[in-house]
Nanobody
Framework: DVQLQASGGGLVQAGGSLRLSCAAS????????IGWFRQAPGKEREAVSC????????FYGDSVKGRFTISRDTAANTVYLQMNSLKPEDTAVYYC???????????????????WGQGTQVTVSS
């Protein structure tokens, strides 16, 4: 049974940090595309950061470049999103997603992903 478990969200003050985790079970992240997406109330789901485990290429949304870092622990079969210098506009539900057959140019598109975690709330207070 393929599952993704997202965790690590919480309430933090502006300027603070959080690390989100996405643990996979039932499959290995090898040769998968992994994405972190977020959705704020009334807004569309947007790609925050993506990673191709095939060649380690990464994507970062313009609003998080230089502040967020995506990484992978192969032994733990877990992908992380380190979020630093958080801003109130980062407040959203964050989701991790994975798919074995996405090309790099499509990694930012939510509908391309077959597997999704349950979401974890990140709230940044001003």
């Amino acid at each position: 049974d393929v599952q993704l478990q997202a965790s690590g969200g919480g309430l933090v003050q502006a300027g603070g940090s959080l690390r989100l985790s996405c643990a996979a079970s039932g499959f290995s992240f090898d040769d998968y595309a992994i994405g972190w997406f977020r959705q704020a109330p009334g807004k569309e789901r947007e790609a925050v950061s993506c990673l191709s485990t095939t060649d380690d290429r990464t994507f970062y949304g313009d609003s998080v470049k230089g502040r967020f870092t995506i990484s992978r622990d192969t032994a733990a079969n877990t992908v992380y999103l380190q979020m630093n210098s958080l801003k109130p506009e980062d407040t959203a539900v964050y989701y991790c997603a994975a798919d074995p057959s996405i090309i790099m140019s499509s990694m930012t598109l939510p509908h391309e992903y077959d597997y999704w975690g349950q979401g974890t709330q990140v709230t940044v207070s001003s």
